[in-house]
């Protein structure tokens, strides 16, 4: 999880704006999006874990992906604003697991789409999305 914000970076300093608004298809995000998407999924990661670590066994709500790119537009944001939300909220979010017992890897939250899951296997579920996304933005760009 701390590679990632160094190879959304990486990616982005080899690229011009102009590739990072195009869409391949009408039914795909264009690089920018995917930056927004992950931006947006680390606040929630990191509100989600927060509540687990603050309250017995939270609901956690699931978002609509598709309506959140659609509300904030996402074609239209800045590709380095959203880049540098993402690398500012994954900072935060590893500073706390950096803190993390045992105990803490433990706590348990219950997901909407995914039911009962430890820190450790919400963080994991939040490792595996991540990667399928660099990979993604690797094929765009």
Sequence with gaps: MAAVPVILRTLRDRFDDEPLTRRPSADEWAPVEVLAHLADG?????????????????????????????ERRYLELDADAELARFERLRAEHLAILDGLDDAGWK???????????TIELYESHVAAEEV???AQLSRLL
């Design 42 to 70: 680390e606040e929630w990661a990191l509100r989600r874990v927060k509540r687990m670590l603050a309250e017995d066994e939270p609901e956690l709500e699931p978002f609509d992906q598709a309506a959140l790119a659609v």
């Design 132 to 134: 399928d996304h660099l």
């Design 107 to 117: 706590r348990v939250g219950i997901h909407g789409e995914h039911g009962r899951m």
